[in-house]
């Protein structure tokens, strides 16, 4: 085998996962811009005051009819009127909010729905400004419902919450600090009907527990919670947010165009259901019962997600609310560390996720641990990258003979075979030699890639200067430059620069067929590489850099190791 056309197709292969990521997936789901997120919200705002009919005029789930409050008639329903008997306009009854403070967040409940109203995260921000405010959970299109919800199903009306004035004795401030506290909201209709949330907070940790209990009025079919949230993209390296659940031991995503299209309801053992984005979670985690039916669909200007229980008057969830951190995620349900999206290459991603967590304790400063990972990893391949590098250099050395075997051999091929085996036992030379090791760096390279993508813990995490977000793209500000071409950078990426000025040296110093048209295009590589990588986080161009700098260094005394080889002929 050609060992330097198994090294082309390693890197194609590289650069099409890439390039799927940046192209295809960019593409098809791309950022907003601010132009765009401007007419959006006027949008929005023109069609709140017009009055949203909430879950009202739209069968969104499937065999499931319109939101209705509980006694009202169908057609009522589908108008998104009350009946007389139920509870009064939310604008007639004054808004009383409760806020817990804990450790790690400050939520705000209304008891206009019962809903959770505000959830900021004490540990992380809205941007990397150190002024900027703590980051917001909570995300409501205007005229949007809150989160939490319950939801009721009689005679095959569903019965949301939304509109519902609960009570509570609640202060109007809990803390969590040293034991368990405790909100009550309690919501009475006309029908008979009583709804009685319960929110229990634990001193710390972003799990706390929502009691749905139902008693009085006509009988029901369903009892579940709701969970709302637009999906909007996020300004970020592919941040969009999107439904993510784990239905019958089977996790999966849908997006904003398969809500839109319409997507089938999932029945079974639910383990999560909620919403996630690139670094944060927001789900349910159904403790009793845990069977049920996830329905979904986007309704408005915001996706829905409702777990719905058969034949019971009381139900019993976890909420997670936080990052996507994996310590946080096992220590509740190690099943919610599918929700962080490492690809196919997960397990050698959460392996080097550990190894750069572990570093940290050694260097507080994750561009740091970066480069440490990147040592290791190269330590930890050199007999194997070495050995390869060997048997390219002496395959390359050999070239000239082996071209000149087959000249003389060009019709006898299994002559040809016989005096090349030759060849390589006189050179002490295997043909496979520089195969295996570098399909072995096709997973470790992608695998790297995932976990740097994927991390939480690069969200706002300085390096060095102006390099303040290991999370977004590298770019030194320089006033007077004018925007570059598919970038946001007014200025210069120097870390992407530097990744392809040392690939494009490591290249050069590589011994390569003679082939010209396997020259040219290993020479172009590093070039098509850097475009690409010049919107990828901060942290991965400084992998790849330093990555690229041990090999140089690396092949640097390889290539003065075989200045003296001399071929065996």
Request: net charge neutral; hydrophobic share 40%; proline share 7%.
């Amino acid at each position: 085998m050609d060992s330097s056309r198994v090294l082309l197709a390693v890197i194609l292969s590289i650069i099409l996962v890439v390039a799927y990521q940046e192209l295809v997936l960019k593409r098809f789901f791309p950022a907003p811009t601010q132009q765009q997120q401007q007419a959006a919200e006027q949008a929005k705002a023109a069609k709140a005051a017009q009055g949203n009919a909430a879950d009202n005029g739209t069968n969104a789930f499937g065999t499931l009819s319109n939101s209705t409050a509980p006694g009202a008639a169908a057609t009522a329903g589908a108008t998104g009127q009350q009946s007389a008997g139920m509870t009064p306009s939310m604008a007639l009854v004054p808004e009383r909010t409760i806020e817990v403070d804990s450790d790690l967040y400050v939520a705000v409940f209304t008891t206009h729905g019962a809903r959770l109203k505000s959830f900021k995260l004490n540990k992380y921000r809205q941007t990397a400004d150190k002024n900027s405010p703590p980051y917001e959970m909570v995300q409501v299109s205007p005229g949007g419902r809150l989160p939490l919800g319950a939801v009721l199903t009689r005679g095959g009306n569903v019965v949301d919450d939304s509109d519902f004035n609960y009570e509570t004795n609640a202060p109007e401030k809990i803390t969590t600090a040293g034991a368990d506290a405790t909100a009550v909201f309690v919501a009475k209709e006309a029908d008979g009907t009583t709804i009685t949330k319960t929110f229990t907070f634990k001193p710390s940790g972003y799990v706390f527990t929502m009691d749905v209990a139902v008693t009085g009025g006509p009988p029901l079919n369903q009892l579940g919670v709701s969970m709302s949230q637009p999906l909007t993209a996020h300004q970020g390296y592919y941040d969009i947010p999107a439904l993510e659940a784990d239905v019958a031991d089977k996790s999966f995503t849908e997006n904003e165009k398969d809500l839109k299209k319409g997507v089938p309801p999932r029945s079974g053992p639910i383990t999560y259901a909620g919403f996630g984005d690139q670094y944060f979670l927001a789900v349910f985690l159904p403790l009793d019962p845990k069977v049920g039916t996830l329905a979904m669909a986007y309704i408005g200007d915001e996706a829905i997600a409702r777990l719905l229980f058969d034949d019971t008057t009381r139900t019993r969830q976890e909420i997670y609310m936080g990052p996507k951190l994996l310590e946080a995620l096992e220590s509740v349900n190690p099943a919610l560390t599918k929700a962080i999206t490492f690809g196919w290459a997960g397990i050698l991603a959460i392996i080097f996720l550990r190894i750069l967590k572990l570093f940290h304790y050694i260097a507080p400063n994750y561009g740091v641990d970066i480069i440490l990972v990147t040592v290791a990893l190269r330590v930890a391949l050199l007999p194997i990258s070495i050995r390869s590098q060997r048997s390219m250099m002496k395959m390359q050395r050999l070239q000239p003979q082996i071209q000149r075997l087959r000249d003389k051999y060009k019709d006898n091929n299994e002559q040809l075979q016989k005096e090349m085996v030759d060849l390589y036992k006189r050179n002490h030379v295997n043909p496979l030699g520089g195969c295996a090791p570098m399909a072995l760096q096709l997973p470790i390279f992608i695998g790297m890639y995932e976990a740097l993508r994927n991390s939480v813990e690069l969200r706002h995490a300085p390096f060095v200067g102006w390099i303040n977000d290991l999370s977004t793209p590298d770019c030194l500000h320089i006033s007077w430059m004018p925007q570059l071409p598919l970038t946001h950078c007014h200025g210069l990426p120097v870390l992407v620069l530097l990744m392809g000025l040392t690939s494009f040296i490591q290249q050069y110093m590589t011994p390569t067929t003679p082939d010209p048209n396997q020259q040219r295009m290993m020479m172009l590589t590093p070039l098509i590489f850097t475009i690409m990588l010049i919107n990828f986080p901060a942290g991965l161009a400084l992998y790849y850099f330093s990555s690229n700098l041990l090999g140089v260094i690396q092949q640097y005394f390889l290539n003065r190791e075989f200045q003296q080889y001399t071929p065996t002929t």
